[in-house]
Each structure stands twice: as structure tokens, then as C-alpha cells.
């Protein structure tokens, strides 16, 4: 067997392509060689194994391939958290210990490791696994993975006190060490959220957003320091970032509900307003989230999911949700005129375009063909847009300005008498626009 087609069978095991787990292990057993004792199949099945939760199974897969890898630490601190897991907490953490000591930068087995020892009381040993971390900043991993440490050992603080001032060492000093990471300001933001320390975790998390690239979305970010807010009754700055949140998650339930309480709170709950509306509408949304979950498979639903988004302002997340619509309504043209839809309003006039073909090919109706005819007019082509506004039978403004472009044209290809009909047909269809068509219809005697 290959190494990919190995990668391929553990991912397929892992879930990662979605495969049941007896799929999974026909693939590893039979193998393209038909050698269904090989090093990586074996591997993979421990893999597999493990992450399912399969302890039983893992140990006897995880034992087979540590006889082909007896050095490999990553497969040695799998079989010790399994071991630990069942109930042989010194053998697992002698597991621990020797795939830490294999591979010192293994942080998961670190992790572990350290759990284990605050079982044992040992003070002495923890200590050292503390310092490291503290100390510590492997050059082949981001901060956010030690700062990631740090908070699930913070998660251990109900059943171990050493375990919760460890943490609290830790977090605090991640600031102070990588004081450019946004991770540790984030995480040591949330240990003072926990300990109600309102404002300096409102500080922490400012910090935060301070320092955040652009390849991570500040949603959580903005939501936790909404909560803070709120638990320090400053409502205003609460509705703000639940705003902010739901403008980077529109689907957040929980930023929702951060909105409506602060809105609650500044007695603003029954206005009419535009926050009233966008709250309305975010209830929708919610709503119309919450039937998703029940009924994921049906496509009428993520087509009325995506025009809500439309409506609301969030065109990415509408054209995924387009997507899906389309792809569990395979007979239906009205998720392809949506993304057409939304394709115009970002200005990808000819991708908008080709949506519409495929509309109109599937039988859409008025909708497309107008949509079609924006689109020709945005990249100026009157002829192709009045076409298509003609089908779709529309009468406003945007038919009078495709006349009045067409007019235009016609006029600098000195066609005096096409130029005065269009003009004619413009102030036909807006009267309102009348000294504009006056200005072309004196260019046309001037010329």
C-alpha cells in the first residue's frame, strides 16, 4: 500500500470523508496490496480507534503498531491516554512519560501527562511540566496551541485546585510573553471573564481584537466581550458588539439573544425603528435556523433561509446557502436567479449572467430575465438589457436609463433618427428625466 492511499484510508476512517466505520475497516483490511497487516494499516485502525472513543479496540490496534513504531511518541501517548482512560492510570501515565521524553514538544502528551500528575499529588513533577509551559515556545507551533493548553487545564479547576492556580500562572503570563499573540490576551481575557473580573477582561479582550489578523474572524471576540459588558450592566457597549458579532456570524443564536437582552435593558425592546427591524429580522433568521436543524434536507427551507439573508444585508452567507438549496432542489431554477441575484449586487456581472442562462434553461421566470437585464446594462449593452427587460415586462427607471444609454450610443455612431426614438422612448417611460433627454436630443440637432 502507498503511503497516500494509507493517508486515504485513515482519513476515510477518521470521518473525514464521512464513511461508517465498517467501510472504514474493509478498506484498511483489504488494502491495495492485500497485505492487511501493514505498518500503516494498523495505524490507521489505532487511529481510527482512539478518536471514536473505541478504547477497547484502539489498545489492541495501538499495541500492533507500536511493535513496527516502538519510538513513535505519538502513537505511545495515544495508547497511554487510553490506558489512563481505563483505569490504569500508572501504566498510562508511564506511557506518558516515555512519549514525552520521546518527543518533548508534544504538547497533547504533555497535557496529559500534567493532568495525571495532579491526580498523584506530585507536586515535584508538575512543577517541572508547568515551568515548561511557561517557559516554553516550541519554534514549529503557533502561541495559540500553548495558549490552547492552558485553558483545558484551566477546564479542570472542579476537581483539582492545583490544576486551577497552574492555569492561572499560565494564562497570566502569556501576555506578558508573547504580548504581539492576540491568542493570549484572548485566553487570559476569558480567565478574568470567569473569575468576574469585568473590567479587566474587557481590557484583555480589547487587547485582543487589537492585535487580530485578518485570517481569524473576531466573532467570538466581540460576542464574550458583549457578555462582559452586559454582566457589568453597560448595555450600550453590549448591543454594540452583539452587532458586531452577528455582522461576522449571522447564524449565532447566542449573539442574538446578547442583542435582544441589551435591547431589553435600554428600553428599547418595542421600538419601531431600524435596531427594532434588524431584531425582527434576526428572530427570523433564528427561526428559520432552528428548522434547519430539525430538517436539514430540505431545500425549500435554504432557499427562504438564503432570501432572508438577501434581505438582511449578508450576500456571502446567502450564496452558500443558495447552494445548498440548489443542490437539494436539482429541478428548481430559483436558488441559481438567487445567486445571480447576489452575483449583481457584488458587481460579477457576467457570472450573474451565466446564472441566469441556467435559470432561464431550467424555466425561471420574470425574475431572471430582469436580472439578466442589469447586468447587461452595468456593463452597457442597452440592446441586450432592453431585450431582456422587455420579457420580463418591466417599466421603471432602469428600462428609461438602458433607452437614454442606447441613445447615447446611437449618437456617436451618428444615427440622428435611432438616437431621437430612444430618447423619445425614455421620457416615455420617466417623464421626470426629461431636461436629460432634452441635453441628448439637442447633441443629436448640434451634430
Known amino acids: 500500500m502507498s503511503a497516500l492511499a494509507a493517508r486515504q484510508y485513515r482519513m476515510r476512517a477518521l470521518g473525514l470523508e464521512h464513511a461508517d466505520l465498517a467501510a472504514a475497516h474493509r478498506a484498511f483490511l483489504t488494502g491495495e496490496s492485500g497485505q492487511p497487516q501493514m505498518p500503516a494499516v494498523i495505524m490507521g485502525l489505532a487511529e481510527t480507534h482512539f478518536y471514536r472513543g473505541e478504547k477497547q479496540a484502539a489498545l489492541k490496534y495501538l499495541n500492533q503498531a507500536i511493535v513496527n513504531r516502538p519510538k513513535d511518541a505519538h502513537l505511545i501517548h495515544l495508547r497511554g491516554a487510553t490506558l489512563t482512560s481505563l483505569g490504569s492510570l500508572r501504566k498510562g501515565t508511564a506511557e506518558l512519560r516515555l512519549a514525552v521524553s520521546l518527543q518533548p514538544h508534544h504538547l497533547e502528551a504533555r497535557r496529559r501527562l500534567l493532568e495525571q500528575l495532579y491526580l498523584f499529588g506530585d507536586a515535584a513533577s508538575s512543577s517541572v511540566h508547568e515551568e515548561w509551559f511557561l517557559s516554553h515556545r516550541p519554534v514549529d507551533l503557533a502561541a495559540s496551541r500553548s495558549c490552547g493548553l492552558a485553558w483545558m487545564m484551566i477546564s479542570t479547576e472542579s476537581r ?29 481575557a476569558g480567565m478574568y471573564a470567569r473569575q468576574r473580573q469585568h473590567a479587566q477582561a474587557e481590557s484583555a479582550f480589547t487587547q485582543a481584537l487589537a492585535l487580530l489578523n485578518g485570517d481569524v474572524s473576531p466573532y467570538r471576540i466581540y460576542r464574550y466581550r458583549a ?44 421600538e419601531t425603528g431600524q435596531a427594532a427591524r434588524k431584531f425582527q429580522g434576526l428572530v427570523k433568521l433564528y427561526e428559520l435556523h432552528r428548522k434547519l436543524d ?66 432561464i434553461a431550467r424555466g425561471a421566470g420574470r425574475s431572471a430575465w430582469s436580472i439578466r437585464g442589469d447586468a447587461w446594462l452595468a456593463l452597457k449593452k442597452p440592446t441586450e438589457a432592453l431585450r431582456d427587460f422587455e420579457r420580463a415586462m418591466r417599466l421603471d427607471d432602469a428600462v428609461a436609463t438602458a433607452w437614454l444609454l442606447l441613445a447615447k450610443q446611437r449618437i456617436t455612431a451618428k444615427d440622428r433618427k435611432g438616437a431621437e426614438e430612444a430618447t423619445r422612448e425614455a421620457l416615455r417611460i420617466s417623464p421626470t428625466r426629461r431636461d436629460e433627454a432634452e441635453r441628448l436630443l439637442r447633441r443629436t440637432t448640434s451634430n
Request: proline residues 4%; charged residues 25%; negative net charge.
Open 160 to 188: 483539582n485546585e492545583r490544576a486551577t492556580t497552574a492555569a492561572v500562572r499560565l494564562l497570566k503570563a502569556l501576555p506578558q510573553r508573547f504580548p504581539d499573540e492576540w491568542e493570549g490576551w484572548y485566553l487570559v
Open 227 to 270: 457578555t462582559v459588558r452586559q454582566l457589568a450592566e453597560d448595555w450600550t457597549g453590549g448591543l454594540t458588539d452583539a452587532d458586531r458579532s452577528i455582522q461576522h456570524e449571522p447564524l449565532s443564536a447566542l449573539a442574538c439573544e446578547d442583542y435582544n437582552r441589551s435591547l431589553q435593558n435600554l428600553g428599547r425592546g418595542n
Open 294 to 359: 430539525l430538517k436539514p434536507a430540505n431545500g425549500e427551507l435554504w432557499q427562504r433561509h438564503a432570501q432572508h439573508l438577501v434581505k438582511m444585508g449578508w450576500n456571502d452567507w446567502a450564496f452558500d446557502s443558495f447552494d445548498r438549496a440548489e443542490t437539494l432542489l436539482p429541478d428548481s431554477w430559483e436558488p441559481i436567479s438567487g445567486k445571480a441575484a447576489v452575483l449583481l449586487a457584488e458587481g460579477q456581472y457576467q457570472a450573474a449572467i451565466v446564472k441566469c442562462n441556467r435559470a
